[in-house]
Nanobody, 126 residues
C-alpha cells in the first residue's frame, strides 16, 4: 500500500501562484508514476499532470500547459505541482495519485491509478 498526503492548497487571487506538495509513504517505490488530478464541484475528476518514475517524461492537460509544472524528488518521496498564472477556472480539489504499472497512454485516466490522496482545496478568486 502507498499513502499519499497533499498539502499547499489555499486561496489565491487570479494571476497568483501556489505550490502543491504530495508526500508518499508506505510501500513507496521510485518506479511509481505520479500524477495530479482535480475535481471541481459538479464536474468529473480531470487530469492535470503526470510524471514518470525518473522525472524525465512529463505530461500536462492542455488547460494547464505552460502554467503548471510537475516535478518529483525520489529521495524524499515527494511530488510537486507548481501552479502559476492561476485562473478562477483552476478552482478545484487537487488530488495526488500514484501507480506502479500505469503506462504513458493511461496517464490521463483516473481509473488507472490505485493510490490516491485525500485532496487539497485550491480556490482562485477573480
Amino acid at each position: 500500500q502507498v499513502q499519499l498526503v497533499e498539502s499547499g492548497g489555499g486561496l489565491v487571487q487570479a494571476g497568483g501562484s501556489l505550490r502543491l506538495s504530495c508526500a508518499a509513504s508506505g510501500r513507496t517505490s521510485s518506479s511509481l508514476t505520479m500524477a495530479w488530478f482535480r475535481q471541481a464541484p459538479g464536474k468529473e475528476r480531470e487530469f492535470v499532470a503526470a510524471i514518470r518514475w525518473d522525472g524525465v517524461i512529463t505530461s500536462y492537460a492542455d488547460s494547464v500547459k505552460g502554467r503548471f509544472t510537475i516535478s518529483r524528488d525520489n529521495a524524499k518521496n515527494m511530488v510537486y505541482l507548481q501552479m502559476n498564472s492561476l485562473k478562477p477556472e483552476d478552482t478545484a480539489v487537487y488530488y495526488c495519485a500514484a501507480d506502479p504499472t500505469v503506462t504513458y497512454w493511461g496517464w490521463a485516466r483516473p481509473y488507472e491509478y490505485d493510490f490516491w490522496g485525500q485532496g487539497t482545496q485550491v480556490t482562485v478568486s477573480s
